[in-house]
Nanobody
Framework: EVQLVESGGDLVQAGRSLRLSCAAS????????IGWFRQAPGKDREEISC????????YYADSVKGRFTISSDNSKNTVYLQMNSLKPDDTAVYYC?????????????????WGQGTQVTVSS
């Protein structure tokens, strides 16, 4: 059974950092692509980053580029999202999703499996 469990969300002040974790089970990271998404109240869900451990392909949305870093630890079967220089606009529930990739970009993957989400709140 595939499971994704996010953790690491918290309430922090603007400018601080957080590291989110997405612990995967039921598959290995080189089998499926992992994406990080977020959804703020009243807003559409946004894909902010993804990684394919098989070839190291990554992607960042413009809104987080230069501040967030995605990485994977195959020994722990966990994907991380290091978030630096947090802004109030980063406040959202953050989700990870996993699925097979079908294109050249890690954004082109089937989001078959989702975690339960972790809340990130950034105060000004």
């Amino acid at each position: 059974e595939v499971q994704l469990v996010e953790s690491g969300g918290d309430l922090v002040q603007a400018g601080r950092s957080l590291r989110l974790s997405c612990a995967a089970s039921g598959f290995t990271l080189d089998e499926l692509t992992i994406g990080w998404f977020r959804q703020a109240p009243g807003k559409d869900r946004e894909e902010i980053s993804c990684i394919s451990s098989r070839d190291g392909t990554t992607y960042y949305a413009d809104s987080v580029k230069g501040r967030f870093t995605i990485s994977s630890d195959n020994s722990k079967n966990t994907v991380y999202l290091q978030m630096n220089s947090l802004k109030p606009d980063d406040t959202a529930v953050y989700y990870c999703a996993a699925g097979p990739r079908y294109g050249s970009s890690c954004r082109q993957f089937m989001d078959d499996f989702w975690g339960q989400g972790t809340q990130v709140t950034v105060s000004s």
